[in-house]
């Protein structure tokens, strides 16, 4: 529920009342005897309250961003000032400073529009006062629309003539797109998919449905290419791409109508990935049925795409953007993007989901799951290395982080207790910017690296590659992750077991090993992204308990060795990694699902239209 305070009476013919009734709010006009606080105080605790001058001339869509966006404590626009339950002790405090307004003149037929007298606005004072007071209220980009407080009536009638020159709907659904996206999504998706979203807002659907039919889309579509038939792989690609549309469509949505939820934004985040493998995982399935096992393949893709977001994670909660120019690449980068076609040509070459998908879905209806596959691995390998060369290169020239650095990359190493035990045996100084990095390229490079030699996968020396592996994880991490590459750790990491996990089971050569790597990979890719949104949302990385039940990064690598080892060439490796996944997914999915709908779950919303 939603109250609407005016300090004074509209002037007579202002739509103002019935648009904020039409935006959910109950009005009140305030009483100049009692006060403001007074009504403040009066209005139901759970309530959203604003404050609103009367005199405010807009479109309705201002006060719809400025005033009902959930994502924001506090928010304001020009003569409107608004607090959730939780911001409301923060406004309560402002308005008891605050003089309240005198009462209204008797009449407001004459030059003054409406109270209070010209030069004073309430809600502006208050925004004021909750800026001084360290919490300061969002303020949305209106763009075009309007929104101002007129005192005279010739200022009135200009700025209603201002609102009728904008096309506030079209502004409206324009604002529904995200102003930075991928080349396909911008030119073939949005387009359309904005009026999708507007026709599910005018139906009374919410944005959580339209990203759970996406995702039922997905499915379905890896059910139909796990047919293995030419018509079942045409339905596939035509249907992923129809996922995509409503993944664009539950977004536009939630913007265009302002229905932002903490479940919502944990649904977006992790339905994108698991509909992406799920994909994979049918394309394996329909490759079988027709005698060709792609399933290295598979596997090799979701171990590329996975490592890929890690890198661009780690790289951001190092060094976070930050507003002004930059020198080396940074700089170089800004002066690209005064090229128009060099900022399309960079957002198509790192390949964003946009792209990914559509190739995968013409790939899947044209060619086989092998070719598909193939090609997949070769563009993402591409982009891997663009991006990845050029945080490199930014890397030289940036500062190191602090605290909340080294903890954030702490979490995202996903170290288990072996690591913190040789972490512990000896802590290290800090060392050179490229110790960290070093000590993990090292352990992931020995780990790889050996497990690729013939005859050492299944056998004694996996286990003793492991062991090294978890020793060095542990001196890579025994220092505070704080210099300026050590954003590199949870990639390498990430590199490390996923590729150990998919080296054994392609050398086992046990029917069903693949598969259940498959399900295990996607059980660790999981707990992994959980924790990215985890932090994104300033809530922290999982809790330590939960790290240390799975084993950590080191701790499943061992694992998985040692039964290769024991069940060399048997179905027991089989049964090992389907019980580990399966262990796995329980516990991950169990304490996510718990946090995300706790009281305490932050709200992600991904605005930047970073590629995903």
């Known amino acids: 529920m939603s109250t609407a305070i005016l300090t004074g009476p509209p002037p007579p013919g202002s739509p103002l009342e019935s648009d904020l009734r039409e935006l959910g709010f109950s009005v009140l006009v305030l009483?100049?005897?009692?006060?403001?606080?007074?009504?403040?105080?009066a209005v139901p605790p759970g309530h959203r309250v604003a404050v609103v001058d009367p005199r405010f001339v807009g479109h309705r869509h201002s006060l719809r961003l400025g005033l009902t966006d959930p994502r924001f404590a506090v928010a304001a626009l020009p003569g409107a000032?608004?607090?959730l339950p939780e911001g409301r002790a923060a406004l309560a405090a402002a308005a008891a400073e605050a003089a309240p307004p005198p009462r209204p003149p008797a009449g407001t037929h004459g030059r003054a529009v409406a109270a209070p007298p010209a030069g004073t606005c309430l809600p502006e004072e208050l925004a004021a006062r909750l800026t001084a007071a360290g919490s300061p209220p969002h303020r949305p980009e209106l763009g075009t629309l309007v929104a101002a407080v007129p005192t005279t009536t010739q200022q009135r009638a200009r700025a209603e003539a201002d609102m009728a020159a904008v096309d506030e709907e079209a502004v409206r659904l324009r604002s529904a797109v995200k102003a930075r996206d991928g080349f396909f999504t911008t030119h073939f998706v949005s387009p359309y998919s904005r009026h999708l979203a507007r026709w599910c807002a005018r139906r009374g659907l919410t944005p959580n449905q339209v990203t759970t039919a996406s995702l039922v889309t997905a499915l379905i579509a890896a059910g139909c290419a796990a047919t293995g038939t030419r018509g079942g792989f045409v339905a596939a690609g035509l249907l992923l791409l129809l996922s995509f549309v409503l993944d664009c469509a539950d977004g536009q949505l939630a913007r265009y109508a302002l229905r932002y939820s903490t479940l919502g934004a944990w649904l977006d985040a992790t339905f994108d990935r698991a509909k992406e493998y799920a994909y994979y995982a049918g394309l394996a399935l329909g490759a079988a049925r027709g005698g060709d096992d792609v399933w290295a393949l598979a596997l090799g893709a979701m171990v590329l795409q996975t490592c890929r977001h890690v890198v661009d994670f780690a790289f951001n909660e190092a060094h976070p953007p930050a507003p002004g120019g930059a020198a080396g690449a940074t700089a170089l980068s800004g002066r690209l993007d005064r090229i128009?076609?060099?900022v399309w040509l960079r957002r198509v070459i790192v390949l964003p989901i946009g792209e990914r998908?559509?190739?995968i879905a013409l790939l899947t209806a044209?060619?086989?799951p092998r070719a598909t596959f193939v090609v997949l691995l070769v563009a993402a390998g591409l982009a891997a290395c663009y991006t990845t060369a050029g945080r490199l290169l930014r890397s030289r020239r940036l500062p190191g982080g602090g605290p909340g650095?080294?903890?954030?990359?702490?979490?995202?190493?996903?170290?288990?207790p072996l690591a913190e035990a040789a972490a512990r045996v000896r802590p290290r100084p800090a060392g050179s910017a490229l110790t960290a990095p070093l000590w993990a390229a090292a352990g992931t490079a020995l780990l790889v690296g050996l497990l690729l030699v013939p005859g050492v996968a299944g056998g004694s020396a996996a286990v003793a590659a492991a062991v090294a592996y978890a020793v060095c994880a542990g001196r890579a991490t025994a220092a505070p992750l704080v210099r300026p590459f050590d954003w590199v750790l949870p990639p390498l990491f990430r590199g490390g077991e996923y590729l150990a996990v998919l080296v054994l089971a392609a050398e086992s050569g046990v029917n069903g090993a693949l598969p259940a790597a498959f399900c295990l990979v996607a059980a660790c890719a999981y707990h992994h992204y959980d924790t990215v949104y985890r932090l994104r949302g300033g809530a922290g990385a999982p809790p330590r308990r939960l790290v240390l039940v799975t084993g950590g990064h080191e701790g499943r690598v061992l694992v998985v060795s040692s039964a290769a080892a024991l069940w060399?060439?048997?179905q027991g490796f089989t049964v090992a990694l389907a019980v580990l996944g399966g262990a796995t997914a329980f516990l991950v999915l169990g304490e996510s699902i718990r946090f995300w709908i706790s009281a305490q779950a932050p709200a992600v919303h991904d605005e930047t239209g970073e590629p995903a």
């Open 31 to 41: 009483d100049a005897a009692a006060g403001l606080a007074a009504e403040l105080t």
């Open 81 to 83: 000032v608004t607090a």
């Open 340 to 342: 128009g076609w060099t």
């Open 357 to 359: 998908w559509a190739l």
């Open 366 to 368: 044209f060619t086989t």
């Open 405 to 416: 650095t080294a903890a954030a990359l702490g979490g995202l190493a996903d170290n288990g």
């Open 568 to 570: 060399a060439g048997g």
